[in-house]
Nanobody, 119 residues
Framework: QVQLVESGGGLVQAGGSLRLSCAAT????????MGWFRQTPGKQRELVAR???????DYGDSVKDRFTISRDNAKNTVYLQMNSLKPEDTAVYYC?????????????WGQGTQVTVSS
């Protein structure tokens, strides 16, 4: 069974840093792209950052120059380093990946991890 397993998140003061990790597990032959979205109550899920297997990245406007996405292709893991956190970064963060198994290519989501930034 293919899954995205997230770790990291928590409570941090404004200006602080957090690191999220997400590993794809199960049986598959391709994971590309991988990324992070976030969602707050009453709002649509929005792109935070996305990275391809080749290392091309894409960031949401509100996190550019503060967040850095990276991945370890050998471990099928994506990381999100979040610096200079602001209260408005508070949200549930979801890992996302397009994963190809035999006979199926599907968009997967992690279970979500809460990030809370206090002022």
């Amino acid at each position: 069974q293919v899954q995205l397993v997230e770790s990291g998140g928590g409570l941090v003061q404004a200006g602080g840093s957090l690191r999220l990790s997400c590993a794809a597990t199960g049986s598959f032959f391709r994971v590309d792209p991988m990324g992070w979205f976030r969602q707050t109550p009453g709002k649509q899920r929005e792109l935070v950052a996305r990275i391809t297997r080749g290392g091309s990245t894409d960031y949401g406007d509100s996190v550019k120059d503060r967040f850095t996405i990276s991945r370890d292709n050998a471990k099928n893991t994506v990381y999100l380093q979040m610096n200079s956190l602001k209260p408005e970064d508070t949200a549930v963060y979801y890992c996302n990946a397009l994963i190809s198994s035999i006979g199926l290519t599907k968009n997967y989501w992690g279970q979500g991890t809460q990030v809370t930034v206090s002022s």
